[in-house]
């Protein structure tokens, strides 16, 4: 999937997404905090990204502007004031720092700052804003019910576009008004910039609605968004979002084994590694046998791995301004970078893709913490849910890369991580955590 669009260069702003994007920065700038996340989740599901503003050559689509507000709401009413520092959001500061650095002097031209000021907002941005928003359990729920609930109208809006071939949400520009037909089947995608992102945002959304249900916050709800998910991931027709369901499940199932998992890394590791000897093909060929609703191009993505993996030495210290030359050993196009992995080794080398790495790590183990510091089921599951979106995110990344509004709900799925477990790590906020991140009283969020 090529990122770089056309409407990226122009002006394109719908007087209806002006409104909306209006009343969002209201609620974002002088709402509640579930308010002012509600807003973002509305707006990134139910309008185009290909809604943007151009200034002097830099893309600032509406989302990404609604992302400054949150910062300025951040700092103007002191949201980040109480908010508990971990090493994950220094590994998210140190991500951002190296991944710029390398990436300008990668490509060597004052563009490429632009650029990646623009994806660091993006990226960085939301993770940080979310951060100052999620405070508390009751403010995760808060957030995991209201994307449910926004799911409802969404998943309507793709049965309509499935039984019409008519994309309602394309009078925003960036998707197509009559659906893309692939081997026979619809693949629709909403708002969204492809439909295999439609299909991973409610994919990796799945875990988190069944969180409502297990823990009994929301079950009508719950039961709602997941409906409503299977729904859209049905009308996506991808094998991608269809695997995402598959993880969504298999991390689910894996509750009963959490006082295992160092075990049943483990048993993953050493097993890839058999096959791996095993097999005539690296493990990774793997990837080549996934088509499950047809039409899949798991080959073109092993190949990808593959020269990535065979091309270390090109990209591992500056990453790399261009990998079509990989293509001529192959015989195949290789430009595409349909590999969330792959696109942060190219732009940012080695250290970028290993903190990016680090960021997921760490985020699973404050999840681990967590899960040994409660003691009842019910306050576990909301941690291994939102873990187990996680998972799927990350093994989606081996498929494709973000962009667009998928890459807000990922920061979301972290900020939401640290938000509802994570431990203090300066003595003056310890009480305020143990209330708010732990007991999660009613009103932690309102402030």
């Given at each position: 999937?090529?990122?770089?669009?056309?409407?990226?260069?122009?002006?394109?702003?719908?007087?209806?997404?002006?409104?909306?994007?209006?009343?969002?920065?209201?609620?974002?700038?002088?709402?509640?905090?579930?308010?002012?996340?509600?807003?973002?989740?509305?707006?990134?599901?139910?309008?185009?990204?290909?809604?943007?503003?151009?200034?002097?050559?830099?893309?600032?689509?509406?989302?990404?502007?609604?992302?400054?507000?949150?910062?300025?709401?951040?700092?103007?009413?002191?949201?980040?004031?109480?908010?508990?520092?971990?090493?994950?959001?220094?590994?998210?500061?140190?991500?951002?720092?190296?991944?710029?650095?390398?990436?300008?002097?990668?490509?060597?031209?004052?563009?490429?700052?632009?650029?990646?000021?623009?994806?660091?907002?993006?990226?960085?941005?939301?993770?940080?804003?979310?951060?100052?928003?999620?405070?508390?359990?009751?403010?995760?729920?808060?957030?995991?019910?209201?994307?449910?609930?926004?799911?409802?109208?969404?998943?309507?809006?793709?049965?309509?576009?499935?039984?019409?071939?008519?994309?309602?949400?394309?009078?925003?520009?960036?998707?197509?008004?009559?659906?893309?037909?692939?081997?026979?089947?619809?693949?629709?995608?909403?708002?969204?910039?492809?439909?295999?992102?439609?299909?991973?945002?409610?994919?990796?959304?799945?875990?988190?609605?069944?969180?409502?249900?297990?823990?009994?916050?929301?079950?009508?709800?719950?039961?709602?968004?997941?409906?409503?998910?299977?729904?859209?991931?049905?009308?996506?027709?991808?094998?991608?979002?269809?695997?995402?369901?598959?993880?969504?499940?298999?991390?689910?199932?894996?509750?009963?084994?959490?006082?295992?998992?160092?075990?049943?890394?483990?048993?993953?590791?050493?097993?890839?590694?058999?096959?791996?000897?095993?097999?005539?093909?690296?493990?990774?060929?793997?990837?080549a046998r996934a088509d499950i609703v047809?039409?899949?191009?798991?080959?073109?993505?092993?190949?990808?791995?593959?020269?990535?993996?065979?091309?270390?030495?090109?990209?591992?210290?500056?990453?790399?301004?261009?990998?079509?030359?990989?293509?001529?050993?192959?015989?195949?196009?290789?430009?595409?970078?349909?590999?969330q992995y792959v696109l942060e080794a190219l732009r940012g080398?080695?250290?970028?893709?290993?903190?990016?790495?680090?960021?997921?790590?760490?985020?699973?183990?404050?999840?681990?913490?967590?899960?040994?510091?409660?003691?009842?089921?019910?306050?576990?599951?909301?941690?291994?849910?939102?873990?187990?979106?996680?998972?799927?995110?990350?093994?989606?990344?081996?498929?494709?890369?973000?962009?667009?509004?998928?890459?807000?709900?990922?920061?979301?799925?972290?900020?939401?991580?640290?938000?509802?477990?994570?431990?203090?790590?300066?003595?003056?906020?310890?009480?305020?955590?143990?209330?708010?991140?732990?007991?999660?009283?009613?009103?932690?969020?309102?402030?």
């Amino acid at each position: 999937m090529n990122t770089d669009q056309v409407w990226m260069q122009e002006t394109t702003l719908h007087p209806l997404a002006v409104v909306m994007a209006t009343i969002a920065a209201g609620f974002i700038l002088f709402g509640s905090r579930p308010h002012a996340v509600t807003a973002y989740l509305v707006l990134a599901t139910c309008v185009s990204s290909a809604q943007n503003f151009n200034l002097f050559g830099t893309s600032c689509y509406l989302l990404r502007l609604l992302i400054l507000c949150g910062a300025i709401r951040c700092v103007i009413r002191k949201d980040w004031s109480t908010v508990a520092w971990a090493k994950i959001d220094w590994c998210v500061i140190a991500w951002s720092v190296f991944g710029t650095l390398i990436y300008v002097a990668q490509k060597g031209e004052p563009s490429a700052l632009t650029f990646k000021v623009g994806t660091l907002i993006d990226t960085a941005g939301a993770y940080f804003v979310f951060r100052g928003l999620l405070q508390g359990q009751e403010a995760v729920f808060q957030a995991i019910r209201s994307l449910a609930l926004i799911a409802i109208p969404v998943a309507a809006g793709f049965s309509f576009e499935y039984a019409t071939r008519v994309n309602l949400f394309s009078i925003f520009g960036g998707v197509p008004l009559m659906t893309v037909i692939r081997d026979g089947k619809l693949r629709c995608q909403g708002a969204f910039s492809h439909p295999i992102l439609a299909g991973v945002f409610w994919a990796a959304n799945l875990p988190a609605f069944i969180a409502l249900i297990i823990t009994g916050r929301a079950k009508i709800v719950g039961y709602l968004g997941v409906f409503a998910s299977f729904v859209i991931i049905a009308a996506c027709s991808s094998s991608t979002p269809i695997m995402g369901v598959a993880f969504s499940m298999i991390g689910l199932g894996c509750f009963a084994l959490r006082r295992h998992m160092l075990a049943v890394r483990i048993g993953i590791v050493v097993t890839l590694c058999v096959l791996h000897m095993m097999m005539k093909a690296p493990v990774w060929h793997l990837l080549a046998r996934a088509d499950i609703v047809g039409g899949s191009t798991g080959h073109y993505r092993f190949l990808l791995i593959d020269a990535t993996i065979r091309h270390f030495d090109e990209w591992c210290i500056l990453g790399l301004a261009s990998n079509l030359h990989w293509g001529k050993e192959y015989g195949h196009y290789l430009g595409d970078i349909t590999n969330q992995y792959v696109l942060e080794a190219l732009r940012g080398g080695a250290v970028t893709l290993s903190l990016f790495v680090a960021i997921i790590a760490l985020a699973f183990g404050i999840i681990g913490r967590h899960l040994k510091a409660v003691r009842t089921a019910k306050q576990q599951w909301l941690a291994w849910c939102i873990g187990t979106s996680l998972f799927v995110h990350l093994a989606s990344f081996t498929a494709v890369s973000y962009f667009g509004q998928i890459v807000l709900i990922y920061n979301m799925h972290i900020a939401m991580i640290c938000g509802a477990v994570c431990i203090a790590t300066r003595p003056q906020y310890r009480m305020i955590v143990k209330q708010a991140f732990i007991e999660g009283p009613p009103n932690a969020c309102q402030q």
